[in-house]
């Protein structure tokens, strides 16, 4: 299928900003633990967080494979701001026709177990329960959460993290994940609305996977460039070790292992929306799983090939190979995802395996 | 990035390719007593039956017996009958590689003489590359063609080849000899013949595989003689020809979907509501043959543009035998029971199957190590 010129000039344009600002330097102080302001406006400025939304609410109407993909190109760049979240926080508070804002956002909750729950306090409502490791919380202008209305599932806006009472944390690439507390805490009726059509918990949480799936796709491109390109730079023995076969086979099949996450990474990305729930749901979970095996396979030849260099904080691959550690237990795990892939496949019955399998495509 | 990415755009079928599946669901139904895993692999009756749907050389043109449909439908019916574990083998070395080398470098007699034969079912082929000496370093043939009046003379053993004993024509892989051409370019004089295998002088003799099972076999070529008009190609051009031939060989979707059955029984056994355990281990089997067989129809796409996908194909064999290797690894693991080959219970005669021929896999068609050398090249690194 041909990328479209609008897409690929998106991309190109992506690209070339997360290759000019989003350096090491700004990447290590972020991880210090202070948000990457500089970074954020020049992103926000594109227009791109937001673009989603339809034009009437200040977005662009934009498709959300291209959002996708330039959420792979952030993966490629370990860009360090909840730029996945401030997306899906956009489309759930728009669906429910709450106020966005148009500083960074984050979303929950994110974890499968976590419940929120509100109940009507007079005119407003209020908050009760736990969202755990929300990425960027207190450093966010919104809060955009679901929690259990009496009426079935609803979405809440809070300035900041409202009232809630936080608890900082960080993954180990030392990207914020805060959790948040909430214990009868209450909010304005118009902090509170119906989710749109296609909007919920679990809609989000495959929607968080997939991006994270997507980043991971663009954070093993990186790690396999720095491996093959420093192979062929680095020399022992008197020639490049790109040069030794038990090299090159490594490398082969860490590129082997790349091109399967990108290809799982697009399936779920094609499968977003244009297909039924269900169909989409199956195709988010082979990438999810997908994807995760191959960070797993992938990381270690690209640390492997590296020798010590690539062990110290000052080489750049731990910038990619700690999100992917860290990427591939968020919104769920590889072996959470592929449970999900099997069970479905058990449910669905042996003889209506192969059926399964071709139904789209 | 200054790596070579290998792409794997993601592909929609078109509609026609999925009027071709329900056509081949419907064809396999009729032939249900002939599919399986257990079941004969080669079957002429079963290879004239697909001849005469249009299913053999379907993308050719049609003045070489070919239905030029796109390489998606051929995709599709491909997959579709080997998910079903249809007896492809007598026709199946032909339909994917001999025809289209045939079409590629053949003479206009050659195509008219061969194509449509192959496409009707008529013609087995077989493979004629390894010998005692050269496997993968196939530039090393021992087997010799000497130019002699209204043809060749040909001298030397191949080995490893898939049902010689019963096909009709091998591509023969070898090398001129007293031609004068250079003796330090390894791949200078090498030259490929249709050979008939009912040609004075040709002794097929079995060997026998580790499953007890006749496959394989041996050819002794003894003064063979083969006529001028059975030259493929060009003389000395043979090593360009095999790499389009193993390209060919390697794209299609039978490096990851002969197991197919065997991950049906194993979600047969595991029954419709499994432990979260035995779930992960098979969806990531699952999730890994959905990935390639993604991958897969995108380098269909490729050869329907006329691209030659070299590098990713090699991507997805290397990638699928592997996955088709841990197929027993995992079905021992999750209902571990003592394989026996002839057991009537399937799941237990398939994992003895499997088991056997797992090694099998990743050493057909190039071996692991030659695959990853060629995406190595294609990284850069070579």
Redesign the interface.
């Known amino acids: 299928?041909a990328?479209r010129d609008e897409t690929r000039m998106l991309l190109e344009s992506m690209t070339r900003l997360f290759q000019d600002k989003a350096t090491k330097q700004v990447i290590d102080r972020a991880e210090t633990g202070e948000f990457a302001a500089d970074l954020w406006r020049v992103v926000a400025e594109t227009g791109v967080p937001l673009a989603a939304l339809p034009e009437s609410a200040g977005g662009a109407d934009a498709e959300w494979s291209d959002l996708y993909a330039v959420l792979r190109v952030a993966g490629?760049f370990s860009v360090p701001l909840p730029l996945a979240e401030t997306m899906l926080a956009g489309w759930v508070a728009s669906s429910a026709g709450l106020d966005l804002s148009d500083g960074p956002m984050t979303v929950g909750p994110v974890i499968g177990t976590d419940r929120l729950s509100i109940v009507r306090d007079g005119n407003g409502w209020m908050l009760s329960g736990k969202a755990s490791r929300i990425p960027y919380a207190s450093h966010a202008a919104r809060t955009i959460l679901i929690a259990d209305g009496p009426d079935g599932e609803m979405a809440v806006a809070l300035d900041g993290t409202g009232d809630a009472e936080v608890t900082t944390g960080k993954n180990i690439a030392n990207e914020s994940r805060d959790t948040l507390g909430f214990t009868r805490v209450r909010l304005s009726a118009d902090a509170v609305g119906a989710l749109g059509r296609g909007v919920s918990r679990g809609a989000l949480y495959r929607r968080g996977a997939l991006a994270r799936a997507t980043m991971m796709s663009g954070a093993l491109?990186?790690a396999?460039?720095m491996a093959?390109?420093y192979?062929?730079e680095r020399v022992q023995f008197g020639r490049p070790i790109?040069?030794f076969?038990a090299v090159?086979?490594n490398?082969?099949?860490l590129?082997?292992q790349?091109?399967?996450a990108?290809?799982?990474a697009?399936?779920g990305i094609?499968a977003l929306g244009k297909v039924d729930g269900e169909r989409e749901t199956f195709?988010i979970?082979?990438a999810k799983?997908?994807v995760g095996?191959a960070a797993t396979l992938a990381c270690e030849i690209a640390h492997q090939v590296h020798g010590a260099i690539g062990f110290t904080k000052e080489y750049a691959l731990q910038l990619s190979t700690r999100r992917l550690w860290s990427w591939r237990e968020e919104f769920g795990s590889?072996?959470?995802?592929?449970?999900?892939?099997?069970?479905?496949?058990?449910?669905n019955?042996?003889?209506g395996?192969?059926e399964m399998?071709?139904a789209v495509? | 990035m200054a790596t070579p990415m290998f792409r794997f755009d993601p592909v929609e079928l078109p509609p026609e390719a999925l009027v071709m599946r329900a056509e081949v669901r419907d064809f396999i139904k009729e032939h249900q007593h002939l599919m399986g895993f257990n079941k004969s692999e080669f079957n002429r009756d079963f290879s004239r039956a697909m001849g005469r749907r249009g299913w053999i050389g379907m993308t050719w043109p049609k003045q070489y017996g070919g239905s030029e449909r796109s390489a998606f439908e051929r995709y599709v019916m491909v997959e579709e009958m080997l998910a079903a574990g249809a007896p492809l083998s007598a026709h199946y070395i032909a339909d994917r590689q001999s025809g289209p080398n045939i079409l590629r470098f053949g003479t206009e007699e050659q195509k008219q003489f061969f194509c449509p034969k192959i496409a009707a079912g008529e013609l087995t082929f077989c493979i004629g590359m390894s010998e005692p000496n050269s496997g993968s370093d196939l530039a090393s043939t021992q087997t010799k063609a000497v130019k002699v009046d209204g043809g060749y003379k040909i001298n030397g053993t191949k080995l490893w080849t898939s049902n010689a004993h019963r096909s009709d024509y091998a591509i023969l892989f070898c090398k001129m000899s007293g031609d004068g051409h250079d003796e330090t370019d390894r791949h200078a004089g090498a030259t490929q013949f249709l050979l008939d295998l009912k040609t004075p002088g040709i002794d097929i003799r079995p060997v026998i595989n580790l499953l007890g099972e006749h496959h394989f076999n041996e050819i002794f070529l003894t003064d063979v003689f083969v006529p001028d008009n059975r030259l493929l190609g060009r003389e000395g051009n043979g090593w360009n020809q095999l790499t389009s031939e193993l390209a060919f060989e390697r794209s299609a979707p039978d490096r990851f979907l002969v197991l197919f059955q065997m991950l049906r029984e194993m979600v047969r056994v595991a029954g419709p509501t499994p432990d979260r355990a035995t779930a992960a281990a098979l969806g990531k089997l699952i999730a890994q043959l959905v990935t390639l067989r993604s991958m897969s129809l995108s380098i269909a796409g490729m050869l329907h543009e006329g691209l030659q996908p070299n590098n990713e194909s090699a991507v997805v064999k290397d990638l699928g035998t592997r996955y088709e290797q841990d197929i027993p690894v995992v079905a021992r693991q999750l209902f571990p029971i003592e394989p026996e080959l002839e057991a009537i219970d399937t799941y237990v005669s398939m994992i003895a199957r499997s088991t056997m021929n797992a090694p099998r896999l990743s050493i057909q068609g190039g071996t692991r190590e030659i695959l990853r050398g060629i995406i190595a090249r294609g990284l850069g690194l070579r």
Do not use: F, Y
């Open positions: 299928m990328i490629r491109e990186r396999m460039d093959t390109t192979a062929q790109s040069k076969q090159q086979q490398l082969a099949v590129a082997g790349t091109a399967a990108v290809a799982a697009n399936l094609e195709l979970a082979v799983a997908r095996e590889d072996p959470e995802w592929a449970a999900r892939v099997g069970s479905h496949a058990c449910a019955g042996a003889d395996l192969w399998l071709t495509t």
